[in-house]
């Protein structure tokens, strides 16, 4: 522990050490960063709440890390006292652009591997931002103490990966500390200190900007050149928007108001917006007074990839929901949505996300937090689809796509990575093969595990395709994928029908050589979903007008109890209630009573059920 | 009726109703229910209120049970004259169980009698018994015609062995024609109760259980789709896979088929699940339930209505004697039906009636409704041209649909 720790505002670049830890999920990330904040002592031992970082609920019990945070802690290495600034990072793929602004706040990385599991497909691709950044990487083995620990197998892969000898790799153990204070004191040494020029106007990269409900937004910066001061007018360079610097200060790990933030450091800025948008993360914060003439590179708006409609399975909770997603938008940059209206489903939202489990966390925080109940219909990509007469229909919704001549139709691709142990390739190939998938190439990792890469329709991963991947690899496979263009394709929009009423929920935009497979699983899907009718219920798939798959719920035939159980007319009565009741959480596709149940089933994969228990 | 009782309002010690039931009482029919909790076996489909042992504590037993009921029915006297009710004789009488031939003829007549002294018997008054095949001889039979008794209702449920094994019936079904005989010769009229849908039973064997019991040309027949209830060994066993569970369609078909053969035989539905030979012939006591008539339910777990006022008794024997002993009422809640749930009660119920509900007094929701009800097929439109809401034979498998449609949501 440092007896002395240095002030912000006045430590000398050369005692700084940024950087930041690379994980999987689950590979004890937090864990460590627990450790580290009890060995340096800013956390006091009784004050201990595991994985302090994670704040949100949600993340505590995913064990995943959505928003990233920075926290300064003094370390004393030969007499000298440093300031380590750890930058928390995200761990999922959703959040890519995130993890590459947090990276760039770094001048290091620790690249925290779990000893009995080895690298996931995340981890590299996250790796690789890193290394593009120049960061210099720290390899560390965590879990140790794990009985299933492999240290010298998972050591030298990642010597191969990265370069240097096994015997570099640190070996530690976040949950009985071994080897933490090693890793701190490897940090000072083999990580180098900031550098940028003290004298320019003031370049701080902002790389996360957080909604506070007292503080209102809390923008994180990295602070490259010049310095900010309290009080001072500050502008964000992307939108030329300025505001006064109502506070300034580090995070160690509650906020402390500092008189300022110099060269290299690392802290936070209050400036009283309410919108995490007027405070966007790759943007960069300047002097008013004394701008800089070139923003920091590397900024990019967020680009919602994945799109679907929530809706309140209890129509009154309409407005519940539109307000919700206004506070949720307040602290998420990446979130955009639309009120979109289903014939089925009545009056929501159409909401477009980073990724499948970015939708999946929204979903859970607006149930949890807003007490809410959804209906989330099936996700879906954005289309490009150019019509006879050159107009160009951009269609995020099923039922948006346009019923005229069509003259070509363009879907967003991936390039994906999947690592597994080698004995899955044939699996991995077999699944990317059916999802339409472009293999393009694959690499021995070490010796029994594998990098493949392929070249996908984002269409065709969005909904259940890494349940898949993980079933059919044991659980092994993991995949980590970005966005990589678009491509035409031989699309076709299927619909689905009621006793002949469309119901534009269960729509699907796929593949013509998919759509027959969707046809025949949603209307098998529905025929057990929807209970059976006073009347017979055709089901069918059309394309067009063309019928392609066609199921029929029978007639209910009896819907009578037989006797009156000894004039307890009083039982009879309730049952008739209850069963009211139940017709009232029905919604009518014309003469047909579905039940909301139904459309979440219908609209949900089982797998995706198993995700949300994890 | 059903082992757990509904969830009500505390009933007052001295039984004494609100003001509203005994409005109009007068004009309205009386009838009295007695329950007796008996069997010598327990079913594996039952879950009515009924006990095997011979005692069952806390002064409760068999051989006192009839003297327990004796001094519900002149508590009921008192209750209902302190109400205001219409001091009225009864219409019906009505022995069910469990198995109330389980207990003597002699103790069965004796509660007879004490209704009698309470109340007095209408002319004509129909008086009923259920009773087990097994449980009934010329004698027995005979003295029960002498105490007053004008009906007898067997329990045959089916008149094939597997089907009986399932239900756990012990009487052998060569034992139905005897009994029957037996009965029509002391002068009573006889209903048989059948069973359909048991687990395992075929199409044959139903057809095969409604010629067994057509060839006694029963006065009155019931026929009851098994209702697997929750909690019974029945239940159990279906869970456990040792014997099929049976599905709605099974129970079409098969009332379809009790309607056809039933109907040859020239006998005619009057409600869901019974039928009679002539107008005469029609349970009485069955109609007051669906018609929401007055009637005293003694007996523990028994249920009782008298104008708007339904309530029911503590279930347990034993806490049933101790109330009675202390001079208190037996019943353990009871509820009051404001004018929505009696309106509720009353298109529930009648609905199911083959004289069926008039069109007139349906609320206006209820009304436009007919229209949607004629075009599915569920009532008569001849009837509903003349003002009546009459189920087709359809309509009767889905009467429950039909009520839901007719009321307001």
């Given at each position: 522990?440092a007896?002395?720790?240095?002030?912000?505002?006045?430590?000398d670049?050369?005692?700084?050490?940024?950087?930041c830890?690379?994980a999987?999920?689950?590979?004890?990330?937090?864990?460590l960063?627990?450790?580290?904040?009890?060995?340096?002592?800013?956390?006091?031992?009784?004050?201990?709440k595991?994985?302090?970082?994670?704040?949100?609920?949600?993340?505590?019990?995913?064990?995943?890390?959505?928003?990233?945070?920075?926290?300064?802690?003094?370390?004393e290495?030969?007499?000298?006292?440093?300031?380590?600034?750890?930058?928390?990072?995200?761990?999922?793929?959703d959040?890519?652009?995130?993890?590459?602004?947090s990276?760039?706040?770094?001048?290091g990385?620790?690249?925290?591997?779990?000893?009995?599991?080895?690298?996931?497909?995340?981890?590299?691709?996250?790796?690789?931002?890193?290394?593009?950044?120049?960061?210099?990487?720290?390899?560390?083995?965590n879990?140790?103490?794990?009985?299933?620990?492999?240290?010298?197998?998972?050591?030298?892969?990642?010597?191969?990966?990265?370069?240097?000898?096994?015997?570099?790799?640190?070996?530690?153990?976040?949950?009985?500390?071994?080897?933490?204070?090693?890793l701190?004191?490897?940090?000072?040494?083999?990580?180098?200190?900031?550098?940028?020029?003290?004298?320019?106007?003031?370049?701080?990269?902002?790389?996360?900007?957080v909604?506070?409900?007292?503080?209102?937004?809390?923008?994180?910066?990295?602070?490259?050149?010049?310095?900010?001061?309290?009080?001072?007018?500050?502008?964000?360079?992307?939108?030329?928007?300025?505001?006064?610097?109502l506070?300034?200060?580090?995070?160690?790990?509650?906020?402390?108001p500092?008189?300022?933030?110099?060269?290299?450091?690392?802290?936070?800025?209050?400036?009283?917006?309410?919108?995490?948008?007027?405070?966007?993360?790759?943007?960069?914060?300047?002097?008013?007074a004394?701008?800089?003439?070139?923003?920091?590179?590397?900024?990019?708006?967020?680009?919602?990839?994945v799109?679907?409609?929530l809706?309140?399975?209890?129509?009154?909770?309409?407005?519940?929901?539109r307000?919700a997603?206004?506070?949720?938008?307040?602290?998420?940059?990446?979130?955009?949505?639309e009120?979109?209206?289903?014939?089925?489903?009545?009056?929501?939202?159409?909401?477009?996300?980073?990724?499948?489990?970015?939708?999946?966390?929204?979903?859970?925080?607006?149930?949890?937090?807003?007490?809410?109940?959804?209906?989330s219909?099936?996700?879906?990509v954005e289309?490009?689809?150019?019509?006879?007469?050159?107009?160009?229909?951009?269609?995020?919704?099923?039922?948006?796509?346009?019923?005229?001549?069509?003259?070509?139709?363009?879907?967003?691709?991936?390039?994906?990575?999947?690592?597994?142990?080698?004995?899955f390739?044939?699996?991995?190939?077999?699944?990317?093969?059916?999802?339409?998938?472009?293999m393009?190439?694959?690499?021995?990792?070490?010796?029994?595990?594998?990098?493949?890469?392929?070249?996908?329709?984002?269409?065709?991963?969005?909904?259940?395709?890494f349940?898949?991947?993980?079933?059919?690899?044991?659980?092994?496979?993991?995949?980590?994928?970005?966005?990589?263009?678009?491509?035409?394709?031989?699309?076709?929009?299927?619909?689905?029908?009621?006793?002949?009423?469309?119901?534009d929920?269960?729509?699907?935009?796929?593949?013509?050589?998919?759509?027959?497979?969707?046809?025949?699983?949603m209307?098998?899907?529905?025929?057990?979903?929807?209970?059976?009718?006073?009347?017979e219920?055709?089901?069918?798939?059309?394309?067009?007008?063309?019928?392609?798959?066609?199921?029929?719920?029978?007639?209910?035939?009896?819907?009578?109890?037989?006797?009156?159980?000894?004039?307890?007319?009083?039982?009879?009565?309730?049952?008739l209630?209850?069963?009211?009741?139940?017709?009232?959480?029905?919604?009518?596709?014309?003469?047909?009573?579905?039940?909301?149940?139904?459309?979440?089933?219908?609209?949900?994969?089982?797998?995706?059920?198993?995700?949300?228990?994890? | 009726m059903?082992?757990?009782?509904?969830?009500?309002?505390?009933?007052?010690?001295?039984?004494?109703?609100?003001?509203?039931?005994?409005?109009?009482?007068?004009?309205?029919?009386?009838?009295?229910?007695?329950?007796i909790?008996?069997c010598?076996?327990?079913?594996?489909?039952?879950?009515?209120?009924?006990?095997?042992?011979?005692?069952?504590?806390?002064g409760?037993?068999?051989?006192?049970?009839?003297?327990?009921?004796?001094?519900?029915?002149?508590?009921?006297?008192?209750a209902l004259?302190?109400?205001?009710?219409?001091?009225?004789?009864?219409?019906?009488?009505?022995?069910?169980?469990?198995?109330?031939?389980?207990l003597?003829?002699?103790?069965?007549?004796?509660?007879?009698?004490t209704?009698?002294?309470?109340?007095?018997?209408e002319?004509?008054?129909?008086?009923?018994?259920?009773?087990?095949?097994?449980?009934?001889?010329?004698?027995?039979?005979?003295?029960?015609?002498?105490a007053?008794?004008?009906?007898?209702?067997?329990?045959?449920?089916?008149?094939?062995?597997h089907?009986?094994?399932v239900?756990?019936?012990?009487?052998?079904?060569?034992?139905v024609?005897?009994?029957?005989?037996?009965?029509?010769?002391?002068g009573?009229?006889?209903?048989?109760?059948?069973?359909?849908?048991?687990?395992g039973?075929?199409?044959?064997?139903?057809?095969?259980?409604?010629?067994?019991?057509?060839?006694?040309?029963?006065?009155?027949l019931?026929?009851?789709?098994?209702?697997?209830?929750?909690?019974?060994?029945?239940?159990?066993?279906?869970?456990?896979?040792?014997?099929?569970?049976?599905?709605?369609?099974?129970?079409?078909?098969?009332?379809?088929?009790?309607?056809?053969?039933?109907?040859?035989?020239?006998?005619?539905?009057?409600?869901?699940?019974?039928?009679?030979?002539?107008?005469e012939d029609?349970c009485?006591?069955?109609?007051?339930?669906?018609?929401?008539?007055?009637?005293?339910?003694?007996?523990?777990?028994?249920?009782s209505?008298?104008?708007?006022?339904?309530?029911?008794?503590?279930?347990?024997?034993?806490?049933?004697?101790?109330?009675?002993?202390?001079g208190?009422?037996?019943?353990?809640?009871?509820?009051?039906l404001?004018?929505?749930?009696?309106?509720?009660?009353?298109?529930?119920?009648?609905?199911?009636?083959?004289?069926?509900f008039?069109t007139?007094?349906?609320q206006?929701?209820?009304?436009?409704?007919?229209?949607?009800?004629?075009?599915?097929?569920l009532?008569?439109?001849?009837?509903?041209?003349?003002?009546?809401?009459?189920?087709?034979?359809?309509?009767?498998?889905?009467?429950?649909?039909?009520?839901?449609?007719?009321?307001?949501?």
């Amino acid at each position: 522990m440092a007896r002395t720790a240095p002030v912000p505002a006045a430590t000398d670049p050369a005692i700084i050490r940024n950087f930041c830890i690379i994980a999987h999920i689950d590979h004890g990330k937090s864990t460590l960063a627990d450790r580290m904040l009890q060995l340096t002592g800013v956390v006091e031992q009784r004050d201990m709440k595991a994985q302090y970082l994670d704040r949100m609920d949600i993340e505590r019990e995913r064990g995943i890390t959505i928003k990233s945070q920075a926290v300064r802690l003094p370390w004393e290495l030969d007499d000298v006292s440093y300031a380590l600034n750890m930058i928390d990072t995200p761990g999922h793929v959703d959040f890519t652009y995130e993890v590459s602004r947090s990276l760039a706040a770094c001048e290091g990385a620790i690249l925290l591997v779990d000893a009995a599991q080895g690298i996931e497909a995340q981890t590299l691709a996250n790796l690789y931002l890193a290394m593009e950044n120049d960061l210099t990487i720290i390899p560390v083995l965590n879990k140790i103490d794990l009985p299933a620990a492999q240290p010298e197998k998972y050591a030298a892969e990642l010597a191969s990966l990265i370069g240097g000898n096994p015997e570099d790799v640190l070996l530690v153990s976040g949950k009985t500390g071994v080897g933490v204070e090693a890793l701190l004191d490897k940090i000072v040494r083999d990580l180098p200190p900031p550098v940028g020029d003290a004298n320019a106007p003031a370049r701080a990269m902002i790389f996360d900007s957080v909604y506070d409900t007292y503080r209102g937004v809390v923008t994180y910066v990295r602070v490259v050149d010049g310095h900010l001061s309290p009080r001072e007018r500050i502008q964000m360079m992307s939108t030329r928007a300025s505001h006064e610097l109502l506070e300034i200060g580090v995070s160690s790990p509650e906020p402390t108001p500092s008189k300022g933030l110099g060269v290299g450091e690392v802290g936070y800025l209050i400036t009283g917006v309410k919108d995490v948008r007027q405070s966007k993360v790759g943007d960069t914060v300047t002097n008013l007074a004394k701008p800089a003439s070139a923003s920091l590179s590397g900024y990019a708006d967020p680009k919602p990839m994945v799109f679907s409609g929530l809706y309140p399975l209890d129509g009154a909770d309409y407005p519940v929901l539109r307000d919700a997603l206004e506070k949720l938008m307040l602290n998420d940059a990446a979130l955009v949505y639309e009120p979109e209206t289903s014939a089925a489903l009545g009056f929501g939202f159409r909401v477009g996300f980073l990724g499948l489990l970015h939708l999946e966390i929204t979903r859970e925080r607006l149930e949890r937090e807003y007490n809410l109940s959804l209906i989330s219909t099936a996700p879906n990509v954005e289309y490009e689809v150019t019509l006879e007469d050159k107009n160009v229909v951009h269609v995020t919704n099923p039922s948006e796509y346009p019923v005229g001549k069509i003259a070509a139709v363009r879907e967003p691709m991936v390039s994906a990575t999947i690592l597994a142990p080698n004995e899955f390739v044939g699996a991995i190939m077999e699944l990317c093969q059916s999802r339409r998938g472009v293999m393009g190439g694959m690499d021995y990792l070490s010796e029994d595990r594998v990098e493949i890469r392929y070249r996908l329709p984002l269409a065709e991963i969005v909904f259940d395709f890494f349940d898949i991947l993980k079933s059919r690899t044991r659980g092994y496979g993991s995949l980590d994928w970005k966005a990589d263009g678009d491509q035409v394709a031989d699309l076709v929009k299927v619909d689905i029908m009621l006793q002949g009423e469309q119901v534009d929920a269960f729509s699907a935009i796929t593949h013509r050589d998919k759509a027959y497979a969707y046809g025949v699983m949603m209307t098998g899907k529905l025929r057990e979903l929807i209970p059976r009718q006073q009347f017979e219920v055709p089901i069918q798939a059309a394309i067009g007008s063309r019928i392609i798959a066609r199921e029929s719920i029978r007639a209910i035939r009896k819907d009578v109890l037989a006797k009156c159980y000894g004039g307890d007319i009083t039982r009879k009565r309730k049952l008739l209630e209850k069963q009211k009741e139940g017709k009232k959480r029905m919604k009518m596709v014309g003469r047909v009573e579905v039940p909301q149940e139904a459309f979440i089933a219908a609209l949900s994969s089982d797998s995706s059920k198993d995700k949300a228990k994890k | 009726m059903p082992s757990t009782l509904p969830l009500g309002d505390p009933s007052p010690a001295d039984g004494v109703l609100s003001p509203a039931a005994a409005a109009g009482s007068p004009d309205r029919d009386f009838g009295l229910y007695v329950h007796i909790p008996f069997c010598a076996v327990r079913c594996g489909y039952c879950d009515f209120n009924t006990y095997t042992a011979a005692e069952l504590g806390g002064g409760a037993s068999q051989a006192s049970y009839a003297h327990t009921v004796q001094r519900e029915l002149e508590f009921a006297g008192g209750a209902l004259a302190k109400s205001g009710v219409a001091h009225r004789p009864l219409n019906t009488v009505f022995f069910g169980g469990g198995t109330p031939t389980l207990l003597p003829s002699q103790d069965l007549a004796r509660v007879l009698q004490t209704a009698k002294n309470v109340w007095g018997l209408e002319p004509g008054a129909e008086v009923t018994t259920e009773a087990n095949p097994d449980s009934v001889s010329p004698e027995s039979l005979e003295e029960l015609a002498r105490a007053g008794f004008t009906r007898v209702s067997f329990g045959m449920q089916s008149a094939v062995p597997h089907v009986l094994a399932v239900l756990d019936r012990t009487h052998s079904p060569e034992r139905v024609p005897l009994a029957v005989e037996w009965a029509r010769a002391a002068g009573l009229k006889v209903s048989l109760d059948l069973i359909y849908g048991t687990p395992g039973e075929q199409l044959s064997d139903w057809q095969a259980s409604l010629e067994a019991a057509l060839s006694l040309t029963p006065d009155h027949l019931s026929a009851y789709a098994l209702i697997i209830e929750d909690g019974t060994a029945l239940a159990r066993r279906i869970r456990r896979g040792e014997v099929p569970m049976v599905d709605d369609d099974d129970h079409a078909d098969k009332y379809e088929l009790a309607e056809d053969m039933l109907r040859s035989a020239g006998m005619s539905w009057y409600e869901v699940s019974n039928w009679a030979r002539t107008g005469e012939d029609r349970c009485r006591h069955n109609l007051a339930y669906w018609k929401g008539h007055d009637w005293w339910g003694a007996g523990p777990g028994a249920h009782s209505h008298v104008g708007g006022t339904r309530w029911w008794n503590v279930k347990h024997p034993a806490a049933y004697a101790q109330r009675l002993g202390a001079g208190t009422s037996p019943a353990a809640g009871r509820e009051t039906l404001d004018e929505s749930a009696r309106y509720v009660e009353d298109v529930l119920l009648r609905t199911r009636l083959a004289e069926g509900f008039p069109t007139a007094g349906l609320q206006p929701g209820g009304r436009r409704a007919v229209a949607g009800l004629i075009a599915d097929g569920l009532i008569d439109p001849a009837e509903a041209f003349k003002g009546v809401v009459r189920l087709s034979g359809r309509g009767r498998l889905l009467a429950d649909a039909v009520v839901r449609r007719l009321l307001p949501d």
